[in-house]
Structure formats: structure tokens, C-alpha cells
């Protein structure tokens, strides 16, 4: 059993072996073969492909990924302007290769190439007006009023969504997002179904609710099988290479989504009641916060606290800042509501939990480096010196060093004068 398992493990080795190895070679030999020129369906879809039109400078989620592909496949892009509409039916009549960001559906198997692998994956969203009361989370609400959704897989989702829940709405398609916002902004839509990673601006807008999900891939003209082939075998190997990289596109371009962007109702309440938000900081801490020789908060903290709001169109709240010279006194007045907010706040969830708060998405970060005398040994670190103003410093060493002793020490000064002596 123990000579089975060691075959098994050096015959995986030498697998990923020859897919790197190939990897490294795809381009090459596409290049030996001649490069093959590849006509791409490019249409303007904010976020995810941007700069539809001769001479723009392309940008997005699927450009991007265009661009990594190449690098296996060694294809050169032909980029053929238009909408969608009129791109998928170019598709379909052989007029270009590629299509990206179309969903899976029965209909259009046997018309469209689908590779084996999806190139992203996204929810789907209804979206009402901010000041409508009539319409909330319960989807009876939603009957007799009309919903917006752009001619794509979304309206097969929206019905199916509607027909369950026995709502009787009247549901209007649009050709594209453009007329489809403008519809929504003017009042003529009481709801709009969209998708939870598109960036459109959603001012006055509140999510209901995602109503279904789907895969969406980067589609091949029927009539160019070898491309398929050279697809998969590029998703394969970047799926091997890079396995995170999907990820990696969607914290890069997705970070500023409808998703992200627009409110929730709980959202809305809380500034429905509120008027002020209130920043706790720490002291003596650049970049990331101090208080100046005018009694101001200064450093990343006011920066980042006046850009969310601005990035969120909030102007109805003033901002008042609080420091601390202590972190568990800023985590115990967040604790008891006497601020809204900490910054910075760090250690990790368990810590965050055993503190009673909740820690957003990173807004910053930095390496954390060990400060020693003498050679380093890194077998030998049993004892830390450590700010007792600054608990995040105390929880990592606790989390990454659990066996190490800790002496406490009123600043980070008096903590290097220890490891001095």
C-alpha cells in the first residue's frame, strides 16, 4: 500500500511536471506554427470589457483574460466592434471566433462552442428605487410592477424567478444596459434585474435580493473546433498554473460592483436614522493614523473614511474622529456603540470574535516583520517584546508563535531598547 501510494504520488509529480513544461512551450510552438490570428466580439460593458471602439485603450475582467489566454494559445487579436446583440448573431454566422460572457443554455448547444470550463461565475440582482417603501424583500411585492432586464440569460432567470414565487409582473427587455438604466433612472421601472458583478452607477438604488446565479464562458464559433481544442487546453493549464487567477480578476475589477456599490435596505435604514459617523483611530500609528499638532486626525484613516463615502454618494453624514492611545479601549467603545467604526483593526477572526466586532475586508495592508539581536536562529524565538498600546502586534505573535513568551512593553521604542538588551 505505502509502494502504491509512493507511485501515485511521483506519477502526479511528473503530470504537473509535463503540463509546465508544456505550458512553457505553447506559446512557441503556436508562434513555430505561424500566429493565428483570432476575431474577437468586443462590446462596451463597464467593468468587464471596456474601450469597444478603434484606438481606445482596452481594459477589464474578459480583456484580461483574453490577454492570459495568448499567452498559452499565441494567438493575436482581430477585435470586432459592436453590441451584443449584434456580436452574438455575428457568432453565430461564423463572423467572429470568440464571444465572451455568455451563459450555458440548451438552446444554444450545437449553435455556439462552450469550452469545459467557465470563465467566471456571477449572481443575479433586482434593484429598486432607494425611496420606494412599496417594494421590499418579499417577492409578492413585486406584482404589477414592471421589471427591466437586458435580452440575455437574465430573462429566462427572471421568469423562472417570478413563476415560482406565483408574481404576476410585467417584465420589459431592452437591447442594452445604457437604454435599460435610462428607463430605470427616469422612473418608468420600479425594479431592474442586473447582474451582481456589473458596474454601473447606482445612485439612489437599493438591492433587493439575488434571485439566481450562473457560469458564464468565453464561447467559440461552431465552425472552428480547433480553437475549442487550443481553449481547453489553455484553460487547463492556467487552471494548474495559476489556480486563483479567476479570483485574482474578480477582486481586481469586481471590488467596485453593483454588489458592493449599491445599498441594502438595512443600509438604508441605518442612515435614515443617523447623521454622524463616528471613527475611532489609533494614536501615534503613521501612515495609518495619528493625531496632529491641531488636535486632527491625520493619516490613512481620514483618507479612506472620506473616499467610502464619496465612492458610495453619501453626503448626508459628518464625521467625527476619536483616538485612542490604547487598542483595547478603541475595541471596547466600539463594542458598547460609543463609535460606529475602528481603524485599524486587525489579528484575525478568532480574536475579532472573541472581541465582539466584525472586521471588514482588508483596507490595507503591510509585511510584518521580527526585529532581533544577533544572528537570527529561526528554531530559537521563545521570547517577544511587544507594544501594549497595539494589540494586533500581540495577537499575531500569539497566532503564528503560540509557545513564545511575551513581556509588554508602553511603546515600541521601549520594545526595541529590550531586544537591544
Not at 454566422?93 to 467566471?120: F, H, N, S
Not at 430605470?184 to 439566481?212: M, N, P, Q, T, W
Not at 472586521?359 to 509585511?367: I, Y
Request: contains cysteine; hydrophobic residues 40%; proline residues 3%.
Amino acid at each position: 500500500m505505502k509502494q502504491k501510494a509512493i507511485t501515485i504520488r511521483v506519477m502526479m509529480r511528473l503530470l504537473i511536471a509535463f503540463c509546465l513544461i508544456f505550458s512553457l512551450m505553447a506559446p512557441f510552438l503556436a508562434h513555430a506554427e505561424g500566429t493565428k490570428t483570432v476575431r474577437v466580439g468586443y462590446y462596451e460593458n463597464e467593468l468587464f470589457q471596456e474601450g469597444a471602439q478603434e484606438g481606445a485603450v482596452k481594459t477589464g475582467y474578459a480583456y484580461e483574460y483574453y490577454r492570459k489566454l495568448a499567452e498559452y494559445t499565441g494567438w493575436k487579436y482581430d477585435y470586432v466592434y459592436g453590441s451584443f446583440a449584434d456580436l452574438y448573431q455575428m457568432l453565430l454566422d461564423g463572423e467572429i471566433d470568440l464571444l465572451a460572457g455568455l451563459a450555458r443554455k440548451e438552446d444554444r448547444i450545437g449553435l455556439i462552442g462552450y469550452p469545459d470550463t467557465p470563465m467566471g461565475h456571477e449572481s443575479y440582482n433586482l434593484v429598486k428605487h432607494e425611496g420606494d417603501a412599496e417594494i421590499n424583500a418579499d417577492p409578492v411585492t413585486l406584482n404589477g410592477k414592471r421589471i427591466g432586464v437586458m435580452e440575455s440569460a437574465l430573462v429566462v432567470a427572471l421568469h423562472q424567478f417570478l413563476d415560482s414565487h406565483g408574481v404576476q409582473a410585467e417584465v420589459v427587455t431592452f437591447p442594452d444596459y445604457d437604454s435599460l438604466f435610462a428607463s430605470f433612472h427616469a422612473g418608468k421601472l420600479d425594479v431592474f434585474a442586473g447582474e451582481g458583478d456589473s458596474g454601473f452607477s447606482v445612485e439612489d438604488a437599493v438591492i433587493l435580493y439575488s434571485f439566481g446565479s450562473s457560469d458564464y464562458y468565453l464561447t467559440v464559433n461552431i465552425r472552428r473546433p480547433d480553437l475549442l481544442q487550443q481553449l481547453n487546453t489553455a484553460q487547463t493549464l492556467l487552471a494548474v498554473e495559476e489556480p486563483n487567477y479567476l479570483n485574482s480578476l474578480s477582486v481586481k475589477y469586481y471590488s467596485g460592483s453593483l454588489a458592493s456599490r449599491a445599498l441594502s435596505a438595512a443600509e438604508t435604514e441605518w442612515l435614515e436614522s443617523h447623521d454622524e459617523l463616528r471613527v475611532g483611530y489609533l494614536e501615534t500609528y503613521l501612515p495609518y493614523s495619528d493625531t496632529d499638532d491641531k488636535g486632527q486626525a491625520t493619516g490613512i484613516v481620514t483618507d479612506v473614511t472620506e473616499q467610502l463615502l464619496k465612492s458610495l454618494n453619501i453626503d448626508t453624514l459628518s464625521v467625527s474622529y476619536h483616538g485612542y492611545e490604547n487598542y483595547d479601549d478603541m475595541i471596547a467603545d466600539l463594542v458598547s456603540g460609543v463609535i460606529d467604526t475602528g481603524f485599524p483593526v486587525g489579528g484575525g477572526l478568532y480574536y475579532s470574535e472573541e472581541s465582539g466586532i466584525y472586521q471588514t475586508n482588508p483596507v490595507v495592508s503591510a509585511a510584518t516583520e521580527i526585529v532581533f539581536r544577533g544572528e537570527f536562529k529561526g528554531d530559537d524565538i521563545s521570547h517577544f517584546a511587544v507594544n501594549k498600546n497595539n494589540r494586533m502586534q500581540y495577537y499575531y505573535v500569539c497566532t503564528h508563535f503560540p509557545e513564545a513568551q511575551i513581556t509588554l512593553y508602553p511603546s515600541v521604542d521601549e520594545c526595541l531598547d529590550a531586544v537591544v538588551s
